[in-house]
């Protein structure tokens, strides 16, 4: 019974501890934003890395969810006899939704998943502590232009699916099932807000890009330096980012476009 | 490892065509495109009943936007709908005598406001702040059918 109290306390204190770590953590990672600003090679390096690297499967996706929402709208909608409004279904679910919310969830597998492994593997090497010895502030050096590469990368990112998503739902609702163009288009710009719409989602995944790209770097900073203790870490920043992505797109939604 | 240089140019080329997406979503997919920004007057209409209308809604002459609807508000001494409409202010020379008509865009879809010029027999055109006196309310598809279904049972 004691014992059963004993690890309950254990683990809640553990789990309050890392909040604390994980936000002294964002303290001082943003406390070296503006030395990274002085270095933009290093942030050069790490937009490639993050960004240019995740533009395939970014533009892909955007497309093929794009060509789906118009596929699976268009039988939905002409059973109404309502196909004119696809262009407003496709524009609103990507620009609103999707959009920031896979690109995020894509940006974690495919991003934040390799920043924990390679930060991971640097304190496993001990090449974290080797610079502490060289007076180099790990944080301002290593972790700091990730931080601000995917803080950057992903309202792009997300801007490129919504975009391409948009032109894929054009290209099947359009082009293979025969939606009038004009009303396609313009029943599109007649619905989509640019404040209400655009830059909520934009918004969106300004705060996704801050929060997945900060679970990968505390993951990858604070995981135990060994093999298993990496592998764990890595799957942590997948799982997190997941639960965290979606719980604040509900909250943001909510606050956005509901009136509660 | 990629060079420096071409890897430089890779991400300029990446930022470069994300600010062209948020342009495009901005341009292409939202109402800004539609937005002239320019100078604005505002013209009044009572109507007994606004219907669906909605602020934001589109305001037209012959089928042409020429404006939106600002504001909807209830006057409380006469208990009916006042509608206030921003028009551009190209479109300036609207006969004072014009009439304002709620109508809906296809059977179920989005109510606007129609604005059918008068002849001009004074020869004043509307302006900031003036009244269009000659109105006609929203059409209640409910009422109508309401209607319908009555003088369907008195004829029997």
Do not use: C
Not at chain 1, 94 to 101: A, I, T
Not at chain 1, 160 to 184: K, P
Not at chain 2, 56 to 70: D, H, N
């Amino acid at each position: 019974m004691f014992q059963l109290f004993e690890s309950l306390g254990q683990s809640t204190r553990g789990s309050f501890a890392k909040l604390g770590r994980s936000s002294l953590f964002l303290l001082n990672t943003l406390a070296g934003v503006p030395d990274t600003m002085t270095r933009p090679t290093l942030l050069v390096k790490q937009l490639f890395s993050v960004g240019v690297l995740s533009f395939l499967i970014i533009t892909i996706s955007g497309l093929f969810v794009g060509m789906v929402l118009g596929l699976q709208g268009f039988y939905t909608l002409s059973d109404f006899g309502a196909e004119e409004s696809l262009g407003v279904m496709v524009a609103a679910s990507l620009v609103r939704e999707l959009g920031p919310v896979v690109s995020a969830l894509l940006f974690a597998g495919r991003a934040g998943s390799a920043l924990t492994a390679e930060i991971g593997l640097m304190k496993a090497t001990e090449q974290l502590s080797g610079m502490e010895m060289m007076a180099v502030d790990p944080i301002k050096r290593i972790i700091s232009p990730r931080f601000l590469a995917g803080f950057i990368s992903t309202p792009l990112l997300a801007a490129l699916f919504s975009t391409i998503g948009v032109i894929g739902g054009h290209m099947v609702g359009v082009g293979m099932l025969g939606v009038d163009d004009g009303a396609f288009w313009a029943q599109m710009q007649a619905s989509i807000d640019f404040q209400q719409d655009i830059i909520n989602g934009v918004i969106k995944s300004i705060v996704f890009g801050f929060v997945v790209s900060w679970i990968a770097l505390f993951e990858g900073y604070d995981t135990i330096p060994t093999a298993e203790g990496v592998s764990r870490a890595t799957t942590r920043t997948v799982v997190n980012s997941a639960f965290a992505v979606l719980g604040l797109d509900f909250i943001l939604t909510a606050l956005m476009f509901g009136d509660i | 490892m990629h060079n420096t240089k071409t890897q430089d140019t890779l991400v300029g080329l990446f930022v470069a065509s994300g600010i062209a997406a948020l342009f495009y979503m901005a341009m292409q997919v939202s109402n800004l495109g539609s937005y002239t920004g320019g100078e604005t007057y505002t013209i009044i209409a009572q109507f007994q009943n606004s219907g669906g209308l909605k602020i934001k809604s589109p305001v037209s002459v012959a089928g042409v936007r020429i404006g939106r609807v600002s504001s909807i508000r209830l006057d409380k001494d006469s208990h009916e709908s006042i509608v206030e409409m921003q028009i551009e202010s190209q479109y300036n020379n609207l006969p004072d005598d014009s009439g304002a008509s709620i109508y809906t865009a296809g059977l179920l879809g989005e109510q606007y406001v129609s604005i059918d010029p008068g002849p001009g027999i004074s020869g004043e055109f509307l302006k900031d702040r003036s009244k269009i006196d000659n109105v006609s309310s929203a059409i209640i598809l409910e009422e109508m059918i309401g209607k319908f279904l009555m003088n369907k049972a008195d004829s029997k």
